[in-house]
């Protein structure tokens, strides 16, 4: 009976998440007329002020804003560490909004000596730093209460997905990076992978510090159990499978294609990403509801 009534509280999670998927209800909607333009700078950022409805007063967005489907469809300013002045300038926006990992400095300060105001936003890849970058956006754009309600939704959705996992087995967890160019990076200590790992109380099969590139020798003694692997460009499924052959998760088939901006993003929609991986690195839990039904 536990077991179904656990299954049945999950369900009714995930339901919940897709049903109030897009922003938060009864939110004040602004516009660039009520207000000056803003670029955001980072795609968690991006979401969070689509999520807080002030969508409209968007100018323009940096290249790692791919959600919602409406931000690909403003104008780009470039990869948000990679910057350039100029293109800023030519929008003529009356906010920038940026994450402290933007760059480079150089390009803010001319921004500022122009006469923008820029604020930069600084939190933890946690939940509590999820509801933090919330705060501050709302702040920003003067939308306290649509803030307040989002963060309540958040964290109430977050807890519910963590709530019944505390006690469960740790599996050893591979997270892959492909990027391009550069082959696969196995997340170690410090990142926003392990972070992600830490909410789910998973055990990294690696302990090194950063991303390191990953070769068949290294993943074969480090014998992960669960593998998540995202990718920034093309997926490159033939490095993957030569790169984990022989591993228990390739004899488990417990390989698992993740979406890298959902799931690393630390926005919004950080509940989402934590349902789409709780049945992935602890799939012994759907089969023993299976099993009790």
Known sequence: ???????????????C???????????????????GGIISIDGALTEIVYALGAQDRLLAVDTTSRYPQAATELPQVGYMRQ?????????HPELVIASKEAGPEMVFEQLMA??????????????????LKVKQVAEVLGLENNGAILTEKIQSET?????????????????LLGASGRGLMAAGQDTKAQALMDMLNIQNAFAHQGYKPVSAEGTLLAAPEVVLVGHTGPADTVSVKQTLAMTPASNNNQIHAIDVGLALGFGPRIAEALAMLKPLVYPEQDMSQVAVE
């Open 1 to 15: 009976m536990t077991f179904i009534l656990r299954s049945l509280f999950s369900s009714l999670i995930v339901l």
């Open 17 to 35: 998440l897709l049903v109030s998927k897009s922003t938060v209800a009864e939110i004040d909607e602004t516009s660039p007329s009520e207000h």
């Open 83 to 91: 910057l350039s002045a100029e293109g800023i300038l030519s929008l």
């Open 114 to 131: 122009a006469g923008i105001k820029v604020v930069r936003i600084d939190a933890p890849s946690s939940l509590e730093g999820v509801l």
């Open 159 to 175: 807890e519910a997905i963590l709530s019944d996992i505390a006690g469960e087995k740790s599996p050893s967890t591979l997270f």
